[in-house]
């Protein structure tokens, strides 16, 4: 068996073949094809590197080294929702930090950590382009502006 | 003609350089750390940063190509400010550990900061603090030490195309890691020692165990292991080999080295060496001395030869000997015991193959200059893969893809994997239809070129024959396969020991050749000794005199018989194979191995053993007490390679010097014989190892008038004209054979990157990288006889089983169960018959049938 078979469905591997025909080589399609392994597993493993060097035939150490130089590629696994929450300067003074603190203390949502249960991990983000609707996060690939405490626990409740 | 002004002097350029080229040839040094010469321009450190009139901002040197009438000054105070400021800003990080660290003293940051850096920093905070990585039993990463100047990155992957270290994490963060983050698991190549500047990947082998300039001596040698023949260069300390380094601009390797030439130096202190002669005294061997071990050969080898005649008697030459070495054993045999029986293990195929070639194409036709392999617009490789035979021929196929040449492959190569191959898979029982469809298919496209009449008769006969051209050809790549081979225009063909040692392969060869021919191709035959090819010029044959004089026309025994002053037999001798079956019916009675494990080294090993047993008198003359040696009446042991003086022929004919580097004890393998020689009454008085290649030189037709001098700087390649010198062109033998049936698993020679054999398993550095043999089978196949990866099997053929830990790997061809021939016991060679091809007179020995069944699965 190849590591590809092991590691990812048919589909995926279809897909990323599929990305892989839009680009003249092999190299430009990794981002692409690194997130649709990051959406199969929600984080990038050693074994997810190497089914995705092997589907494109681009060698695994230039692989693992585009997806440890991009912040929004995960190398460590993540629950299943990631809350990703900006704290850069228009955010920060619009409460961001107290956000934080919420999150902390109500969910017990560490930065950088996970839920025991899984349900979600929190990554504290660069600049998601919002300053004008601070503060701002991103779930998975879904995008909330205008946070507040209360708005939160609505938007958190959407996602198990 | 471009004109430019660097530092106020004119220089004149024929083409466009980068202004540090230009810079440099004029002899104006500029500082540099990311730019290496066997690199692609990077432009990172910014420390060759120079004011270019009319340029607003200081551009960097290396990568900044000349312009005529371009004014540049490399040493302002502006510039020296920057240069300031960047070497700051990388002791930032960098720490200065200097007294601990094994590259002071060679590093270029130090240099660097030593002439251009700040004598104080100024920043406060702490440095990066990274643990060093000892993960790696041969390379140590210190990546506090790391100035990302990522040139062990683009050696990697660009010139090595290995592609097993990349930079990992940003900025600050970025550090240099192979994949597995611990491990290289790699080619274990060290190039990326080798351009490191700072000491932030290091070999192991030499740690914290001496300093650059405690260096005595720099020696320039050849490598021992395969028949590339790199350069490279001993460093020496206290009578022991601390480095072996590559020299860039040497002819061959030009600055790279693979992992045995570069880690397996470490056979030459091994503590297992022999150092005493032994004799078997009530069947056991013991230590004794030279005078009563040579006596006691030249007084048994005089009574056998006074009793038998001198046919009783044969003697094994080595492809790991010097050219002297095997001269004098030649003419030891010849000469004194007075036989012809002098064979190697070059005729598992290398020999028979390279009579084969020259026989239609002419002397040299397998002599062509390795580097050109690079410039070929289309590379064909069959039968082995190049990158673990000859890694640094390989090296040359990697960079004629990435010029954008064609790579076709006839069955699957791994080490060109990355490298777009076009690739046809037939498996053993197609191959031979498949070369036979694409010789046909040539010859309808191209039409044959009408030079070779001898040759078309033959390709006529077989395009002509039932079946031929017909192959199933239903693989995807076939199409461009035959496209890309008949628009080729500068081809070079590659054949591997796998396809000499298959069953057909004389006739496989001769497709082979006859695709060569009708694409006008170059050939290169592999081969893993180092001097196997010097070793066959030498004469160390049964029916070739040294410089390939046949030994049946007496016009050509003359010049030998004179210069030797006796008579030399005219009846060719036993090769290897008949050597050991006429020892096995007891017609021979003695034999002198010179450096060969021939119990291990050819097919069928207990039938080998218990054949030579049967000997009367066995010698063998080794480094290490070997599965042959443990066999003899008397050990001999002599100096290896590292310890003598000498010279080796590679693939490319090349004579290059190999050189004492340590000084032992002992006697170099000539030396002996010609000692025992003296006790036989034929007086060999040789000075040195000079000495007896003045007498090659004087005798071969191939080495005339050559000396040591002329052959020093590695640029001598013997000379040729395409004259047949075996014996006239004539008959091609055709073979076909047989179609092999399905179904059956053959066995495989699998050819590990690391080893050589021998040699290898002696050097704990290979050792380290691959201390296990491993059989490899693909999954279906492993899946049909229900085997899983990790499984202990039992590979058994008719003669022999031994068993191995199972690896399932993809890369394996269908029934097929690939084993390597490293360590004791575990040889693939063991499970081998000796059928031999009747046009090569190599063994098949990858037709060999075996059956592989679990043993129970073992915890590791």
């Known amino acids: ?160 | 003609m471009i004109t430019v002004n660097i530092n106020g002097k004119e220089i004149k350029l024929e083409k466009a350089v980068t202004v540090l080229e230009a810079a440099r040839s004029a002899g104006i040094k500029i500082p540099t750390l990311c730019w290496h010469e066997q690199l692609e321009k990077y432009g990172g450190c910014r420390l060759c940063l120079v004011e270019v009139e009319k340029m607003p901002r200081l551009q960097t040197a290396c990568t900044l190509m000349v312009t005529d009438g371009m004014a540049v000054r490399t040493e302002t105070e502006a510039i020296a400010d920057v240069r300031r400021g960047i070497l700051e800003f990388l002791l930032i990080n960098h720490p200065l550990d200097c007294p601990y660290c094994d590259k002071a003293g060679e590093c270029e940051l130090q240099d660097l900061v030593e002439k251009y850096g700040p004598t104080t920093g100024r920043f406060k905070e702490k440095k990066r603090r990274v643990t060093e990585n000892l993960q790696d039993p041969v390379i140590v990463r210190n990546m506090e030490r790391c100035v990302m100047c990522t040139r062990c990155v683009r050696m990697c992957e660009g010139v090595q195309g290995a592609s097993a270290i990349g930079v990992i994490d940003r900025g600050g963060h970025s550090h240099i890691e192979p994949f597995s983050g611990n491990r290289y698991n790699c080619e274990y190549c060290g190039n990326c020692v080798s351009v490191c500047p700072v000491g932030a990947i290091m070999s192991r082998l030499h740690r914290h165990s001496y300093r650059p300039w405690q260096v005595k001596e720099n020696i320039e040698t050849v490598c021992p292991y395969c028949a590339v023949g790199c350069t490279v260069i001993a460093q020496v300390r206290d009578d022991v080999i601390k480095r072996v380094v590559p020299r860039i601009g040497s002819p061959v390797n030009n600055g790279m080295l693979c992992s045995r030439g570069r880690f397996g130096y470490e056979f030459v202190g091994d503590p297992e060496r022999l150092t005493s002669p032994m004799v078997r005294k009530n069947g056991v061997l013991e230590e004794t001395t030279w005078e009563e071990a040579i006596g006691l050969v030249a007084k048994k080898l005089a009574e056998i030869k006074d009793r038998n005649g001198g046919d009783a008697i044969a003697g094994i030459a080595s492809p790991r000997c010097t050219n002297e070495d095997n001269y004098v054993f030649q003419k030891f045999m010849r000469a004194v015991i007075g036989t012809n029986n002098i064979d190697s293990t070059a005729r598992m195929g290398y020999a028979g193959a390279q009579a084969f070639i020259e026989n239609i194409f002419g002397q040299g036709a397998t002599g062509n200059i390795i580097s050109g392999l690079s410039n070929s617009d289309t590379v064909l490789v069959a039968g082995g893969d190049p990158t673990t035979i000859n890694p640094i021929l390989g090296l040359q196929i990697r960079a004629c893809s990435r010029k954008g040449g064609n790579v076709l492959t006839i069955g699957h190569v791994r080490g060109l994997r990355n490298f777009s191959p076009v690739e046809l898979t037939p498996g053993g029982g197609r191959e031979t239809a498949l070369l036979e469809r694409i010789v046909s298919e040539l010859v309808s496209r191209k039409g044959l070129p009408g030079s070779n009449t001898i040759l078309e008769s033959r390709i006529k006969t077989v395009v002509d024959a039932a079946g031929a051209g017909k192959a199933d050809v239903s693989e995807k790549d076939y199409p461009d396969f035959i496209g890309k081979l008949t628009a080729s225009g500068t081809p070079a063909v590659v054949i591997g020991k796998d396809l000499l040692q298959s069953a057909g392969s004389g006739y496989k060869l001769f497709l082979l050749c006859a695709i060569n021919y009708l694409i006008n191709g170059r050939l290169y035959l592999l081969s893993d000794h180092a001097n196997e090819q010097g070793m066959l010029d030498m004469g160390c044959a049964p029916d070739l005199l040294p410089g390939y004089r046949p030994v049946g026309y007496a016009e050509f025994r003359k010049r030998y018989e004179n210069a030797w002053k006796t008579k030399i037999s005219e009846r060719p001798g036993l090769n290897i194979f008949e050597m050991i079956e006429a020892a096995g019916k007891g017609d021979l009675k003695a034999m002198y191995v010179m450096g060969e494990n021939t119990v291990f080294n050819l097919p069928d090993g207990a039938n080998v053993e218990a054949s030579m047993r049967k000997l009367e008198f066995l010698v063998v003359q080794d480094l290490f007490l070997t599965e042959t040696a443990r066999l003899a009446d008397v050990v001999l042991p002599a100096l290896g390679w590292g310890e003598k003086d000498g010279t080796f022929t590679n693939m490319e004919r090349r004579i290059q010097r190999v050189r004492k580097t340590v000084n032992r004890a002992g006697m170099e393998d000539w030396r002996i014989i010609a000692e025992i020689s003296k006790n036989m009454s034929f007086g060999m008085n040789y000075a040195g190892s000079e000495a007896v290649f003045e007498e090659i030189t004087k005798i071969s037709p191939l080495h005339r008038d050559l000396t040591y001098d002329e052959i020093a700087a590695g640029n001598v390649i013997y000379p040729y004209k395409g004259e047949p010198l075996r014996g006239a062109v004539g008959e091609i033998p055709l073979n076909k054979p047989e179609t092999a049936s399905d179904g059956k698993i053959t066995l495989g020679i699998d050819r590990v990157l690391f080893h050589s054999g021998t040699l290898s398993r002696k050097s704990p550095a290979l050792v380290k990288m691959y201390s296990e043999s491993v059989a490899r089978m693909d999954p279906g196949t492993a899946g049909a006889l229900s085997l899983k990866d990790g499984d202990m099997v039992r590979i058994s053929s008719k003669s022999h089983s031994i068993e191995l830990r199972l690896s399932v790997d993809g890369e394996v061809e269908p029934s097929v169960v690939l084993v390597p021939n490293i360590f004791e016991g575990k040889g693939a060679l063991s499970l081998a018959g000796n059928i031999l091809d009747p046009v090569l007179k190599a063994p098949a020995v990858c037709a060999t049938e075996v059956t592989v069944e679990s043993v129970g699965k073992v915890s590791s």
């Open chain 1, 1 to 160: 068996m190849d590591i590809k078979d092991i590691m990812f469905s048919q589909a995926a591997i279809k897909e990323i073949e599929e990305i892989r025909a839009k680009y003249p080589t092999a190299r430009a399609a990794l981002l692409p094809a690194l997130y649709v392994a990051q959406r199969e597993f929600g984080w990038l493993s050693p074994e997810a590197y190497e089914a995705v060097s092997e589907i494109l035939g681009v060698p695994k150490a230039i692989a693992r080294g585009v997806g440890t130089f991009y912040a929004m590629y995960k190398n460590r696994p993540m629950g299943r929702n990631v809350v990703q929450l900006c704290t850069n300067v228009s955010c920060m003074i619009l409460g961001a930090e107290r956000l934080v603190d919420f999150l902390k203390n109500k969910y017990g949502l560490e930065p950088g950590g996970t839920t025991p249960d899984n349900r979600f991990s929190l990554v504290i983000m660069e600049c998601i382009g919002a300053c004008g609707t601070a503060p701002a996060m991103l779930i998975n690939d879904d995008f909330y502006e205008n946070l507040t405490e209360k708005y939160i626990d609505e938007i958190l409740e959407k996602y198990r």
